[in-house]
């Protein structure tokens, strides 16, 4: 069983400045549902945090990078705040904090820098120290799935465990793959593939099957980053990464999201406004 996780969130939003310059884009707000079942507004990154604890991880590491102390904060229980809110009348919110405080006090949260943006794949490189030679999940900071019951991850996990994968990870039919990693794959099951081949950004997509940034490993994926030299934007890619473990005849597979589940994603204004009107629909029931 699964019970690290690594979340990177080092990434510089330059897709959404001015708004990002001081604010991490990963703690841009969202809608959620609050304690008192009412809509709220949530830190993208808490929601991911929530998601994973509620699926039984313990154990964290962030990967952060300079300007990014906003997200320590945050994961800094502060009670007397949540007092505050309560003398206020704001018991609603206030009971949201000290939940979130709490699942906080009983998880081991580890801090890591990376000191240069070098790209998705060295993020995860740099928190090899945390993993002790265990399997992981990696969850990117600025994606989040929405499913009933964290049914996709469940899957996605359970997936690893039942085939014993080396790599595993979620994709999505989109129309246009070419600003993602994309596979090539081996249908096995309904909505599960064994993956043949994955290309990062290719300009001829293969298909249309995208990866989406939430993963498990065993640890050989360090000793494929260390081999991977920077490709798409001079960045370590961890798509390429994960071709090195299939061009060395390791078990690498896929899930698909189901068309019920939502994934929500902030890395531009207009998926940004996409996700706050598809979170807004899922907290509230109503459209925008």
């Avoid at 400045?17 to 707000?29: F, I, N």
């Avoid at 000290?98 to 699942?103: C, H, L, V």
Wanted: with cysteine; net charge negative; aromatic share 10%.
């Amino acid at each position: 069983m699964l019970s690290k996780a690594i979340v990177p969130a080092a990434g510089l939003g330059t897709r959404l400045l001015p708004a990002t310059k001081e604010q991490p884009k990963e703690m841009l707000p969202v809608f959620a549902r609050g304690a008192d079942g009412q809509e709220c507004l949530k830190p993208l990154l808490q929601l991911v945090f929530e998601q994973l604890y509620r699926l039984g991880l313990r154990e964290y590491c962030f990967v952060i990078g300079r300007g990014k102390r906003a997200i320590e904060d945050h994961f800094t229980p502060e009670y007397s705040y949540a007092e505050r809110l309560k003398s206020k009348g704001k018991n609603a919110v206030a009971t949201d904090l000290e939940n979130f405080y709490k699942e906080i006090e009983e998880s081991t949260i580890i801090w890591v820098n990376q000191a240069e943006p070098k790209g998705f794949g060295d993020a995860v490189l740099q928190a090899q120290p945390f993993t002790s030679d265990e399997k992981f999940l990696v969850h990117a900071g600025d994606t989040y799935i929405i499913s009933q019951r964290n049914a996709c991850l469940s899957r996605l996990m359970n997936l690893d465990q039942k085939l014993d994968a080396d790599a595993s990870f979620i994709v999505q039919e989109v129309e246009d793959p070419r600003q993602y990693g994309v596979i090539e794959f081996d249908e096995t099951d309904e909505r599960m593939f064994k993956v043949k081949r994955a290309v990062e950004k290719p300009e001829k997509p293969s298909s249309k099957f995208a990866i989406m940034p939430i993963y498990t490993f065993r640890p050989i994926i360090f000793k494929a980053l260390e081999r991977t030299s920077p490709g798409k934007d001079g960045e370590i890619q961890l798509t390429d990464a994960i071709q090195m473990l299939i061009d060395w005849g390791l078990k690498v597979y896929a899930i698909e999201l189901k068309p019920e589940e939502v994934r929500l994603d902030i890395g531009t204004p207009e998926t940004y406004w996409e996700a706050l009107k598809l979170s807004y629909r899922y907290a509230t029931g109503k459209r925008v």
